[in-house]
C-alpha cells in the first residue's frame, strides 16, 4: 500500500499524519506517542492486538487496505500491522473511541454511510459495533469523526430551551445553509460579540428531524496541565463549546453552554441576521423537544453512556436473607420502609 492515507487525509511523504485534525478537531491526546509506532513493528503489532480484536474491525480495515480478509484473527493482526501507515491510522481512530456514546455515532453513521456498509456493522443482537462503524465513517470520510466528536459532547449536555419573543415570516434561505462559517461571523461582526476574538466557528450537523446543531467555541477560564513526565507545564484556556440546536426554521433554539448570557446574546443576533429583524429568545420551559426524549433514552439504554447512573435500593428484613438487586450501575441495601426505590439524576443532565 502506499504512503497515501487510507482515510484521505491530505498528507506527505514526510509528513503522513495530519497533526491538526487528531490533536485539535478531535482532541486526541498521546498523538506522537501513537505516532512513533510507525517506526516500531514490534510495539505496533502488540497496539493492532490489543485494540483489533475482532475479526469485523479487522475486516473492515483489510478492505480499506486492499490486502486478503481469510485466515484467523492473528493472521488478520499482523497483516493489518504489516502496513506502518494504515495500521496506525487505524490504532488513532481505536483510541478515539473510548467514551463516544453510541448515540453519537449512530447519528453520524445512519445519515453518512452506504445501507451495505451499515450491514457490515450490525452485530448479531441489532445493535451497530461501535468502533466498526467508527472506522467506516474514517475510511469513508474521516471529517465525519468530527461530527461524532460534537455530536457526543451535545448528548452529554444539559440544554435551555428557548423560542422567538416574537415569530417571523421564514426566509427563503434555509437556516443550515446560512450557518456557515462566513455568515455566523457576519452576524456577529459590530457587536461586543464578534469584536470577542476568543469565539471560533466549530461545525454544523445537520438534524434528521430538520434542525440543525451549530457548534461555537471559546476560551473559558484560564487553565494550566503538566506534561506527561510530570517536568513541563502548558498554560493556556478551558474550552466552553456552545451548541445551539435551532429547530422549527429557527422559531426554536436549544442552548448548551458553560455560561449563559453570552450565548443566549449570540442566538439573538444569529437569528436577528436570519429573519432580517430584530430577533430575541425567551424561556419556554414547557417544550418537551424529540432531541430532549432521545438524549434521556440514550442516557438509560447505553451501556457506555454514564451520564444517568440508575440505583436500586430495596430494604433487607430481618427473617429475610438479603437482597440481590442488580441494575446497571449500582446495587444497594438500606433499612427504610420496605420498598424498591428507583433513583435517578434529572433528565436534564442527560439532555432532556
Request: charged content about 25%; glycine content about 6%; overall charge neutral.
Amino acid at each position: 500500500m502506499s504512503m497515501a492515507s487510507v482515510g484521505g487525509l491530505p498528507t506527505e511523504e514526510s509528513e503522513p499524519f495530519d497533526r491538526l485534525f487528531w490533536e485539535r478537531d478531535l482532541r486526541l491526546p498521546k498523538f506522537d506517542e501513537t505516532v512513533a509506532l510507525a517506526d516500531d513493528e514490534a510495539a505496533r503489532i502488540d497496539a493492532v492486538t490489543k485494540h483489533l480484536k475482532t475479526k469485523r474491525a479487522l475486516t473492515i480495515c483489510l478492505l480499506a487496505m486492499g490486502l486478503p480478509t481469510n485466515g484467523r484473527v492473528s493472521t488478520l493482526q499482523e497483516r493489518v500491522a504489516s502496513d506502518p501507515v494504515a495500521s496506525v491510522e487505524f490504532i488513532l481512530v481505536c483510541r478515539f473511541a473510548p467514551y463516544k456514546l453510541s448515540a453519537a455515532v449512530v447519528d453520524i453513521a445512519e445519515v453518512t454511510l452506504a445501507a451495505e456498509d451499515l450491514e457490515d456493522c450490525l452485530l448479531d443482537n441489532g445493535h451497530y459495533d461501535r468502533l466498526a462503524l467508527l472506522l467506516k465513517l474514517y475510511i469513508d470520510n474521516p471529517r465525519s469523526l468530527v461530527r461524532v466528536r460534537g455530536l457526543n459532547a451535545w448528548h452529554r449536555k444539559g440544554a435551555a430551551p428557548m423560542k422567538l419573543s416574537k415569530e417571523h415570516p421564514v426566509p427563503r434561505q434555509s437556516l443550515q445553509d446560512f450557518l456557515s462559517a462566513g455568515r455566523v461571523r457576519d452576524a456577529l461582526r459590530g457587536s461586543p460579540i464578534g469584536a470577542d476574538q476568543r469565539l471560533q466557528f466549530e461545525m454544523t450537523v445537520p438534524r434528521r428531524d430538520g434542525g440543525v446543531l451549530l457548534f461555537l467555541r471559546r476560551n473559558h477560564r484560564p487553565a494550566y496541565i503538566w506534561s506527561d513526565d510530570g517536568q513541563e507545564i502548558r498554560h493556556g484556556n478551558e474550552e466552553d463549546l456552545m451548541v445551539f440546536h435551532f429547530d422549527n426554521d429557527g422559531r426554536r433554539v436549544r442552548i448548551s453552554s458553560t455560561t449563559s448570557e453570552q450565548p443566549r446574546r449570540v442566538a439573538d443576533r444569529l437569528a436577528s441576521a436570519y429573519f432580517n429583524a430584530p430577533s430575541t429568545y425567551v424561556d419556554d420551559g414547557a417544550t418537551v423537544e424529540r432531541a430532549q426524549i432521545e438524549n434521556l433514552i440514550a442516557a438509560v439504554t447505553d451501556p457506555a453512556d454514564d451520564r444517568l447512573p440508575i440505583v436500586s435500593a430495596t430494604r433487607a428484613t430481618a427473617t429475610s436473607s438479603p437482597p440481590s438487586t442488580t441494575s446497571r450501575h449500582a446495587s444497594a441495601g438500606c433499612s427504610t420502609a420496605s420498598r424498591t426505590l428507583s433513583a435517578s439524576r434529572s433528565a436534564s443532565s442527560a439532555g432532556a
